[in-house]
């Protein structure tokens, strides 16, 4: 299985991005997703997660209301959806997958088996 995470950029505070996280070598539909981000010189942290049918979404606190994670089955791509984005946004960003069929949503990296190479969102003031 392979992620390829884009749409990553600079923006600018306000400004909107979309992510994109296509993944080839297995189709999805029945796996649970996520999104981590990592700043410079901080550790990898969670943003999103959505459990395998979409039922259940789970939010970092300060990126709720802002962020929508989703996915296209016939796709097989999943989304991160970044609106009234904020300096501290700024950030490597990356997806994940769990390797576990109708898996429920995860906050932990170590959940998560198969990982986006990530992509820079940077946010000027």
Do not use: H
């Not at 070598?25 to 996520?34: C, L, Q």
């Amino acid at each position: 299985v392979q992620l390829q995470a884009s749409g990553g950029g600079l923006v600018q505070a306000g400004g909107s991005l979309r992510l994109s996280c296509a993944a080839s070598g297995r189709t999805f539909s029945a796996y649970a997703s996520g999104w981590f981000r990592q700043a410079p010189g901080k550790e990898r942290e969670f943003v999103a997660a959505r459990n395998w049918n979409g039922f259940s979404t789970v939010y970092k606190d300060s990126v709720k209301g802002r962020f929508i994670i989703s996915k296209d089955n016939a796709k097989n791509t999943i989304y991160l959806q970044m609106d009234s984005l904020k300096p501290e946004d700024t950030a490597v960003y990356y997806c994940a997958l769990k390797d576990l069929r109708f898996s429920q949503t995860g906050t932990r990296a170590e959940e998560y088996d198969y990982w986006g190479q990530g992509t820079l969102v940077t946010v000027s003031s």
